[in-house]
């Protein structure tokens, strides 16, 4: 099967300049200026952004938590991914405590495997690394997981002690793999949690209430510390303040490896939409919460100056109607997450490009070829070259809609509400190719389940 775009703006994290490309055997064969060429079908991308496919590092299918899964699985989330544009995601396999990171690998595989609409990666959450398992993070490398997530939050469910943090992350410097951190005080913030309760707090605001930013930066310069010692890479996921960014920044002021993303509601969404006592807030219970609007700046700052890296969306949905519901007497019973994955790209693109924060270039960079960088994907994925998968978005950057639940255009996701529910955006992945294969075309997915392929990555290089 062979594939020709034509007459398009193709975008890169580097480059802008306008030719042809021609795709064959899954993989970009040929660009240039007005090939002439015979191929088996033929898209006009006049006006259009070509982009290479987005990159969602940080997602969460069939996920227990919270007492209950969350309500994607591996073939409704990639495909509401592939509406979005978003063509290779990395989600994360679980060990669960007492369980080796082996067993939770073949259990993520399980469930993913013949689902997928795209291509998609595992990082693996480490919750228990006594001596007799450090010899299996080799064995992941093998197979192809080559970065590891780590909770200072959680405690009793995936939080680690800073001991075995340092163990972990020892064992990943070592080896070249990357350490991820979910970077919150869990155990402050129980204390906290418990004070709220008892002064008959409970309602979903004071989720984020209990949550402090202070408690997140403090576990962002710890294990930044820790990770010095430990001589590891260390990426922080899912950064939201100003505070946090601070010791991001000073890190990597110093040289020191340190990486960082951010997502799009901590960029566009705030405190206020926990609202004052009643149950809506419960759609924006996430950990870390959503911050005052005021740390919205300095988190794009951040994108500019290049202290934030990526835009993942963490995306982990749960429905109100019978999930959320569960926390509806008290905050800690609502499960933590929010949906995002289908909306990212377009999200993005009209807060960072049209609104003027950020370049064509930029954009592509922090929605796909940061991650692929990172996550030992790059050259394969992240960008427009010949020799690469022909991951490939025409982005129809006019286009304009309403994000809705019922708006077909911008919500697939197995979920019952929207997090940015009437947000007006200009562009659209128009046009959605995996590895060659046209599988959206116009608000229309026509790829087929179990057309995405599990991707071994290689380990971490500077
Ligand atoms: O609230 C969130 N973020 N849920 C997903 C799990 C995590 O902490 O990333
Ligand atoms: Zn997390
Ligand atoms: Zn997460």
Same mark, same amino acid.
Not at 186 to 198: F, H, N, P, S, T
């Given at each position: 099967? +062979?594939?020709?775009?034509?007459?398009?703006?193709?975008?890169?994290?580097?480059?802008?300049?306008?030719?042809?490309?021609?795709?064959?055997?899954?993989?970009?064969?040929?660009?240039?200026?007005?090939?002439?060429?015979?191929?088996?079908?033929?898209?006009?991308?006049?006006?259009?952004?070509?982009?290479?496919?987005?990159?969602?590092?940080?997602?969460?299918?069939?996920?227990?938590?919270?007492?209950?899964?969350?309500?994607?699985?591996?073939?409704?989330?990639?495909?509401?991914?592939?509406?979005?544009?978003? #063509?290779?995601?990395?989600?994360?396999?679980?060990?669960?405590?007492?369980?080796?990171?082996?067993?939770?690998?073949?259990?993520?595989?399980?469930?993913?495997?013949?689902?997928?609409?795209?291509?998609?990666?595992?990082?693996?959450?480490?919750?228990?690394?006594?001596?007799?398992?450090?010899?299996?993070?080799?064995?992941?490398?093998?197979?192809?997981?080559?970065?590891?997530?780590?909770?200072?939050?959680?405690?009793?469910?995936?939080?680690?002690?800073?001991?075995?943090?340092?163990?972990?992350?020892?064992?990943?410097? $070592?080896?070249?793999?990357?350490?991820?951190?979910?970077?919150? *005080?869990?155990?402050?913030?129980?204390?906290?949690?418990?004070?709220?309760?008892?002064?008959?707090?409970?309602?979903?605001?004071?989720?984020?209430?209990?949550?402090?930013?202070?408690?997140?930066?403090?576990?962002?310069?710890?294990?930044?510390?820790?990770?010095?010692?430990?001589?590891?890479?260390?990426?922080?996921?899912?950064? #939201?303040?100003?505070?946090?960014?601070?010791?991001?920044?000073?890190?990597?002021?110093?040289?020191?490896?340190?990486?960082?993303?951010?997502?799009?509601?901590?960029?566009?969404?705030?405190?206020?939409?926990?609202?004052?006592?009643?149950?809506?807030?419960?759609?924006?219970?996430? +950990?870390?919460?959503?911050?005052?609007?005021? *740390?919205?700046?300095?988190?794009?700052?951040?994108?500019?100056?290049?202290?934030?890296?990526?835009?993942?969306?963490?995306?982990?949905?749960?429905?109100?109607?019978?999930?959320?519901?569960?926390?509806?007497?008290?905050?800690?019973?609502?499960?933590?997450?929010?949906?995002?994955? $289908?909306?990212?790209?377009?999200?993005?693109? *009209?807060?960072?490009?049209?609104?003027?924060?950020?370049?064509?270039?930029?954009?592509?960079?922090? #929605?796909?070829?940061?991650?692929?960088?990172?996550?030992?994907?790059?050259?394969?994925?992240?960008?427009?070259?010949?020799? +690469?998968?022909?991951?490939?978005?025409?982005?129809?950057? $006019?286009?304009? $809609?309403?994000?809705?639940?019922?708006?077909?255009?911008?919500?697939?996701? *197995?979920?019952?509400?929207?997090?940015?529910?009437?947000?007006?955006?200009?562009?659209?992945?128009?046009?959605?190719?995996?590895?060659?294969?046209?599988?959206?075309?116009?608000?229309?997915?026509?790829?087929?389940?179990?057309?995405?392929?599990?991707?071994?990555?290689?380990?971490? +290089?500077?």
């Amino acid at each position: 099967m +062979s594939l020709l775009i034509k007459n398009g703006r193709i975008i890169t994290a580097v480059d802008d300049y306008h030719a042809d490309i021609f795709i064959e055997n899954e993989t970009v064969a040929l660009i240039g200026k007005e090939l002439k060429i015979d191929a088996d079908n033929v898209v006009d991308a006049k006006g259009k952004y070509v982009f290479p496919g987005g990159i969602d590092p940080h997602t969460h299918l069939d996920m227990p938590f919270g007492g209950t899964v969350s309500s994607d699985d591996f073939e409704t989330g990639t495909r509401a991914a592939a509406y979005g544009g978003t #063509t290779t995601l990395i989600d994360f396999a679980i060990q669960t405590q007492g369980q080796s990171p082996l067993e939770g690998l073949d259990i993520w595989q399980a469930k993913a495997d013949g689902k997928t609409a795209i291509d998609y990666g595992f990082h693996m959450i480490i919750t228990d690394m006594p001596d007799r398992y450090l010899t299996d993070l080799k064995v992941l490398i093998d197979r192809g997981v080559t970065s590891y997530k780590l909770f200072t939050a959680y405690p009793g469910v995936l939080y680690m002690s800073d001991g075995m943090i340092f163990n972990t992350m020892r064992k990943a410097g $070592e080896m070249g793999a990357m350490i991820s951190v979910h970077a919150e *005080n869990g155990i402050v913030i129980d204390e906290i949690v418990k004070l709220a309760i008892a002064e008959g707090k409970t309602s979903p605001k004071w989720h984020a209430l209990t949550r402090p930013t202070r408690m997140e930066a403090e576990a962002v310069h710890r294990t930044i510390a820790i990770a010095e010692l430990a001589e590891s890479p260390l990426y922080i996921v899912h950064l #939201t303040s100003a505070d946090a960014l601070d010791e991001v920044t000073m890190a990597r002021d110093q040289g020191l490896p340190v990486f960082a993303e951010t997502c799009p509601q901590y960029l566009l969404l705030d405190l206020d939409h926990y609202g004052d006592e009643g149950f809506d807030g419960a759609k924006y219970v996430m +950990s870390p919460p959503l911050r005052e609007k005021w *740390n919205q700046e300095h988190l794009w700052r951040g994108i500019q100056t290049g202290d934030l890296q990526t835009i993942a969306t963490d995306h982990c949905p749960f429905r109100m109607e019978d999930q959320k519901i569960l926390g509806k007497d008290v905050f800690t019973k609502i499960p933590n997450g929010a949906p995002g994955i $289908e909306n990212r790209m377009s999200l993005i693109y *009209n807060s960072g490009v049209v609104e003027g924060r950020i370049s064509l270039n930029k954009f592509v960079e922090i #929605t796909s070829t940061a991650a692929a960088k990172t996550f030992g994907l790059f050259p394969k994925k992240g960008t427009i070259a010949v020799g +690469s998968d022909a991951d490939i978005v025409i982005f129809d950057p $006019e286009r304009k $809609e309403t994000i809705s639940v019922t708006n077909s255009c911008t919500h697939h996701m *197995n979920v019952d509400y929207n997090a940015y529910e009437g947000f007006d955006i200009q562009g659209l992945s128009e046009t959605v190719i995996s590895r060659g294969k046209i599988i959206v075309d116009d608000c229309k997915y026509v790829g087929n389940k179990g057309n995405g392929q599990f991707l071994k990555r290689s380990l971490f +290089s500077e």
